[in-house]
């Protein structure tokens, strides 16, 4: 039985560890189960760049996270429109397109 060495706060194993810094963990993680996000949720790669207010371009997208070949399939990023407060799309890639969704603002 393999031994694991638990960070504390994190519940990560020791062969993650060497990965992490101030309790970010900058390496890849290739899970063949289900991940839950039990406490802080899940944050994904931001951009911030001026897109289409109701319809982002394919090219306003790569400008904001590479190809869609680049970040490959199942990616999810997150664009702010120009920084405002105002424009907010969760992006997602099958590898060959992009496609996105344009969220409305609480109030």
Do not use: W
Request: hydrophobic share 40%.
């Amino acid at each position: 039985m393999a031994s694991a060495t638990t960070l504390i706060g994190l519940g990560m194993p020791a062969e993650l560890a060497s990965a992490t810094a101030d309790g970010v963990f900058s390496g890849t993680v290739t899970p063949t189960g289900q991940v839950v996000a039990t406490a802080a949720g899940i944050r994904t790669k931001q951009a911030i760049n001026n897109v289409g207010d109701t319809t982002p371009t394919a090219a306003e997208l790569t400008t904001s996270f590479g190809t869609p070949a680049t970040v490959g399939a199942g990616f999810v990023g997150v664009v702010k429109d120009n920084d405002a407060d105002t424009n907010c799309f969760v992006v997602v890639s099958n590898g060959t397109s992009y496609f996105y969704l344009k969220f409305t603002k609480a109030t």
